[in-house]
Structures are given as structure tokens and as C-alpha cells.
């Protein structure tokens, strides 16, 4: 499907209730303020993950259909965090060849009482397609193609909410590879909704933003313009697939034009911060001394990320 | 071993009490009637499964040596609602060459504490065989070669039950491969035990049932005559390997002489209930429209498994 | 790293007490005996574990670079019988090149609030180069290279203290490959600290103990005169890897010159005991009927096994 003409529309319910969580489009400010609060909420005073026995009712299943050891955790810690029964569904010998076995197997799933499904895949649209078909379960987008990943993006909300307060006034800038990122794509909206007026996007021309921009977006080829001034960086992960297809002989090239280093960093504002989603590629897309300098803020997005796939969960089973 | 020459009088003890589930022959019907009635009990009047703290105590520890994610999964949550700690061995790498290394691998997992071993293999009778040498700990069969899959056969009775209350004056049609298939060996013998006089066999030739039958026993070559009038229709998935073995030359093939569709459905009595053990080939062994139609109960077949699941574990774990 | 410049000081904070488990060098009698007691509070009168709720506020994560299914079962019954989450990080797949990369991963986890680290890698030493760069978590080595594996030793002082009471007077000898084993490297360090004084070490030449000997320690070519008048007798493992280093041609000619039969344990004293790392290669190092006899506890050694790692869990977790 072609990621701009995937809907989210099904995610709220009659009376504009988080029912799945699919991507950030359609959902207004308060639905993400509200996730916001919640998963600050979770959060105390020392900067600890609080436990929880909110979901000790319910059974979600993790299905991966991508590899990543990584994102799949969060989510069992997360569920674990939040008492929740967890099954890790292992799909990598399951011959699911058609939406329609897949379908049968969530089926399945939810009739042992499974009660919300984590999928990551590579088909844009997916969780969207078989949300469609399940009823009274929720589908929480762990990522699908290059279309979104709606928690990693609210962890990066939350994460400059920490440190900048508002979003409003703020000059945040995005460095790598945007086309292909359903990070970066899930960052702009939740910008958008948020009211960020400078969003800078900052990338090699053939992985730029290739979407319908808005006022908001500008757009850079050059890293030292794109990072004057701004309050916040987020830096993407360099895909090696990618690195072919932009024409980047190798590493190190993408390092001397992209790279953030101190001295890059140096351009934007006295207090910005440095934001990642991991796994870093160090002195790739960025300088190790500023992924561990004191305005990196790389590790407290991993906090966050617990907090806010806790939240995200305990919201959508009070619908259920 | 010879499926036929397979005992499992070891499963009771002195008292005729159930220390563990290898099979359901040489079960009585009081013997299946209190784990269906045990089920029933953990099923709540909407139809979903309880939770229960009845096995916080026990740790289980599921064996595959046959890939079977769905299955493995059952007991798995079945396990999980009923407060047990789990652990999944990873057999893929091991390399238990002979009977006497998984042996010394359950009394090393005993050791540990492991209670109960959920064991599927496809040698048949290795769990009668295991239980022979172990003490003090429950053998649960998951399934073993073409021999004998108790628990699916107790959730299909439970099915049956709670559609048609009685069995005796059932007629039962089980179409498929029934030579291989060790839930139609199980389901046979749980029919049986439970009275039912009319259990219709259809299949090709070379998948028909090849053990010594007996009066209850119809055998078919041909679906519309053996559907005629039947109460229940459980439809055997269609393994792959054995097209080739019985010179089906393609799905389609098989679909047209064997395929359960709306028009041969209609031959059964009108309230007559569609069962599956999962997963479905669909357009091979039944057609979607009855699949997914309002007199297929496939769905609550899994609901059933996990609470038969559970059912079994709970009366098991009363015994050590 | 060589085995030999591996320092486990940062095991141990100002006050002396425990805060990783990296290897048994540098700790004290009082060290080793404050687990061993821990470990047999954690046993029943009739010799079953307990259940504990002492650490659930913990979450552990499972970091095996080696496969090793029944040592990270181990810790993961031990996690759960303590009441901690645990999660196994699935390292199969990871692109782990460089420790940089490693340390990156942990500190993720770390960020998302897991406390306690098992790790099993094949580098000597890498346990505690993680540790020089972890705050506020524990490390828990469950072996690295053939540097160490000190709760597989520490399970064989309790196994040898539950039968003999003391070590000071015993002859303890170690059959095998001494050279590449762990197990046999972290046994001979807590002898040597809890005073025995009489260690043989049983091996063909080239897999005979190659570190610098102390006065204790004395070595065998011949298992005969190694064995004369022992109390404790440990059978290790036979990789078959190092046969061919070692020019064993088959299985049967190491089990004729080194295999425990009954005929060469009769050698021992009468009330010898026998003990294994386990899985057991049986009719190469050591004879079935010595392997299920009355000398043998090594089924004792795995219950033993759980008890020392809650206890060194407990232990650390009390220090974070």
C-alpha cells in the first residue's frame, strides 16, 4: 500500500477513544498530551520506571515479522512492567504467506484470550489492514515498513517535553536518511500536531523528504545550515541498504557530510539536545564524544520508551 | 514402536487417578467427563477464560522437538493463566541423539524443580517411554508421531459437548487423512469411550483408517455419503508430505473430492457443527465460506484448548 | 585477554561486599561460605527449592553469546523462583563486532531499568571489562573462555559441603581436561580458598593444568594413582573438539584411559563422592553405573546449582 494513502481513521473509536494505536496521523494534541502525561506518570521523582499492576488481566502477543531483538524487548518489558501476560510468537518458520493466514492466526491468538497484539512488519499498512478485521483486540504498530512507528515517536515527544517544555517555539532538526525512516516520517506528524513551526529536515537529496511538505518543513543539503540555531537533533540511523542506493561510497563519506559532530553540534543552540533511536552506528552517523556528551539524551529516549509503551498499553486496555 | 502395541496404563496410579496424560485409551469415561467438567468450570458464562492461582507453586516446562509454535503457545498461556512459571527448552540445538540423553535432560530439568514436561516428538510413544523412568514429575503428551494428541481430542469433546450435549446418540464424520493423523486416532478413542455409535471415517483410500476397527467404525471413500445426516464434521488439515504418498497430484485435486463445502455441508443434519484442528488450509481441505461460516465452532475449539489445557495441568499438578 | 591477567577486584566495593560475580579470585572464605549459606537457606528439610519474593523489584536479562540452553535455563528458574523478570536478549542475530557495541546494548537495557546482567561469552575476560563501564548494575558471569565459571564452583563446594561438612581434610581429585576447562579453573580457586589441601588433577598431558601451580596441587597422568584414597571425585566433560588436539583418537580410547568405571572409583574412599558439570557424555568420561550409582549426586549438583544462583542474585541485589 502506498504509505500516503494508509488511514488511521479506525484507531478512535465513536467517541474520539484510543482504540488501537496505529500511527500519529488523525489523532489530535490532547490524544497525545494525554499519552504524554500518562507515561510521565509512570516515571518518578529519581527518574525510575515505576511498576505496575494495571494490565495483570490481560495477555498480549509480540508479532515480529521483522528482526529486531531490540524493539520487541521494550515491548516485554513494558507488558512485564505493567503485570501483563506476554507471548513472544515466533514467526520466523511460520509460513504466512498470504494477510489472510495471518489473519487466521490472530484469530487464533485472540481466541486463547489474547487481548493486544505488537506487530512490526515490512508491509506498510499492515497492523492498519488486519485492525480492520479483528474485533474487541488492540493492534499497537511496532513499526510497519516505512510508514510509522507511532512509539517512537511519542518517546521522542516526551523526551523534548522533559528538557524544552513546550514545542511550540522550538527549531527541531532531523539528520539522515527521511525517506525511508518511518521514524522520521512519525516525528514530523507528531511535530505537526504538537505545533513545531521549524522542522528541519536534513538528509542527501535522493533520501530526502519526498512527501507533500507543509509550512513548517524545510528542507537541507547541507548539515551546517540545517542545524543553526535549533533546539533539538535528532539523528537517524544510517541503513547500510540505503548507503547504495544514495550513491554513499562508504561510511566515512556519510560521516564527513552528515555526521554530527562536536563541531557541528557547536552551530545549533548552547542547550540543544541529541537525540537517537538505536542502535547508534558511532562514527557513522554520529561522533561518538557527542552520543556520549552531556547533551545527548539517548538513553533517557530508552526510559521514555518503557514509559510511554507502558502507557500506550494501559490506555487501549481501558478501552477493551 | 508400533502405535498399536503403545500402553499407557502408566498414566494411572494405584487409585485409578491420572499422574499423567499419555493417551486417552484406557481412560474412562469418568476419567474424560471430570477434565471436561473441569474445563467447563474455567470458562466464565461470557464465554472467556478465568485466570486462576491454582498452580503459582508448579513449574512446567515445555519440550518440542517438533516445530509447533501454535500448539507450544497453548500451553504456554494455559500455563500463564494458571499462574505456573514456564520455561520453553530450545531442543533445535541439542543434540539429544538417543532416548537416554533426553532422559538424563528431564531428570537434569526435574532437579531444577521442573514439575511437569509437556513433551511432543514425532516418535511414537517417547512419552510413555520418558514416564516409565521418571518419578515424582507429570508427562503431559503434546503429540507423538501419528499415535495419540489427548488434549486436542479433549478440547474437541469439550466442543462437542457444549453444542450437543450428549455423545451416544451423535453421529460423528471425520474427514481427512486418518492414517497419520493422531488427533483423529485420539478423537476416535474419545468417542468411543464416551459411547458414540456412529463415527464415520472418509478419506482416500491410502489415508483411510488402517487399525483394527470396530462396531462404531464406518469407513467412506466418498464425502456426500458419509456427511449424510451427521451431527458433527471435523476436518483433518491436510499435511503436504502426504499428497504425494496418496497420489493427490495437487491441493485443487483434493479440494474437489475431499473439500468441505457449503453444498456437501448441507448434507449433515442442519445443526450440524464444523471442526477443526487448526491451522486451516483454506480452499484445500474446507472451503473459507464454512470456515468461517455460523455452523463452524473452530474458533471456540481454541478457547476450549487452552482451558482443557489447563483442566489437565490443574488435576496433574493435584497429584504430586 | 590471557586467563591470567584477568583481575576480578571490581567485584567487590569499598566495604568489601559483593556487587558482581565475576570470578572467585579476590574473595574471601567469608565471602564464598555467606553464599554457600544463602544458597541452603534457599533449600527445604526435604531438599526442595524454595520460592522467594525476594527480588521482585528486579528485572535480569540473559545475555548468552555461546549457546548454552541448560545454564541460561538455569538462571532463568532461578530469576523466576525469586520472583525477578528476567528477559533472554537474543544475541544470535545481533551485530555485536565490537565490545563498544556491546557495552552500547547493555547500557540500553540498562535504560530500560534492567539491574543484573548474565552473561556467557567465549572472550576470557569480557564479563569484566563490561563491568568497568556499568554503574549501578551487577554482572553476573555465568562463564567466559575457559577463564571462569564461578557458580558452577560455588554449587560444587555446596554439593561437596552438604556431604563432606568441611574442606580442610579432603583429597579432591578433577578428572579431565583441565586445561580448557573453566569449571575445573574456578573448583581449583575456591579449594584453594576454603583450604583444601589436597587437589588432584587427573589428565592427559596436553590437557593437563598449564597455570602456575601452588603446593596443593598435584598432577596425574594416570587415573589410577590419582584417584587412591579421595574423597571427592570430579568428572569433567569431554569437548570433542579436544581430542584431536589432544590426539585421543575415539571416545573408547579416552574412556580407557580416563573414564570413571566402578573398578577405578573403588580406588577412592569408600564414602567418595561422585560429582559432573554435567550434560554427561556417558561410556566416555565416566561409566553409566557410576553416573546413576550411589556415589553419584549429580542430580544433587543441578537442584544445588538454582539455590547458588538465587543466592548470589539475592546477594547482589541487595547492593544495588
Redo the contacts between chains.
Sequence with gaps: MKKDLISNHIQLDDSDQLIHLLGLEGLSKQHLTHILDKADSLIDTSG??R?SKALD?M?IANLFFE?S??TR??F??AA??SSA?I?N???A??ALKKN??LL??M????????DMFVIRHKQNGLPHHVAQYLKDVSILNAGDGINAHPTQALLDMLSIRQYKKTFEDLSVAIVGDITHSRVAHSDIQALKTLGTTDIRLIAPKVLQYDLKPYSAIKRFGNIELGLKNCDVVIVLRLQKERMIEADIPNEQEYFDNFGLTPKRLALAKPGAIVMHP???N?GVEIDSSVADGNQSII??Q??N??AVRMAVMQILANKL
Tied chains: 1, 2, 3.
Excluded: C, F, H, Y
Design positions: 525510575n520506571l511498576k488481566d495477555s528482526p531483538t531490540r524487548n521494550t516485554e518489558i512485564m512492567r501476560n507471548i510468537v515466533d514467526l518458520n511460520s489472510e493466514d487466521d492466526t484469530r487464533t491468538l485472540k481466541a486463547m484470550q489474547i538505536g542502535p547508534i558511532r538513553l533517557q530508552v526510559t520508551g518503557i
